[in-house]
């Protein structure tokens, strides 16, 4: 069973910076597409980014392109969100997802999901 928790998120001022990470067990991941979603009250939940296996390919939502950063280290089984010049429409919880199609946008695709973690962005 594969378990997915992440960490890193917290409060902070428009055009401030957090990253996020999300930590897997029970099951190395180093083979498998992985993902951020977000969701915001109200909100179905959305795409913001993708990341091959290796690293090697990343995809973006327009709206965080240029500003959030996706990566990976299978070493340690961990994937990472840098996101910088925060934005107040940029509050969510933010999910970690696993094991969806190469650079798929879709929820219902990704097998595996974390609990979330809170970002809120004040103006």
Do not use: H
């Amino acid at each position: 069973q594969v378990r997915l928790v992440e960490s890193g998120g917290g409060s902070v001022q428009a055009g401030g910076s957090l990253r996020l990470s999300c930590a897997a067990s029970g099951r190395t991941l180093s083979t498998y597409t992985m993902g951020w979603f977000r969701q915001a009250p109200g909100k179905e939940r959305e795409f913001v980014a993708t990341v091959s296996w290796s690293g090697g390919s990343t995809n973006y939502a327009d709206s965080v392109k240029g500003r959030f950063t996706i990566s990976r280290d299978n070493a340690e089984n961990t994937m990472y969100l840098q996101m910088n010049s925060l934005k107040p429409e940029d509050t969510a919880v933010y999910y970690c997802a696993a094991g969806g199609w190469p650079a798929s946008r879709l929820v219902n695709e990704y097998g595996y999901w974390g609990q979330g973690t809170q970002v809120t962005v004040s103006s």
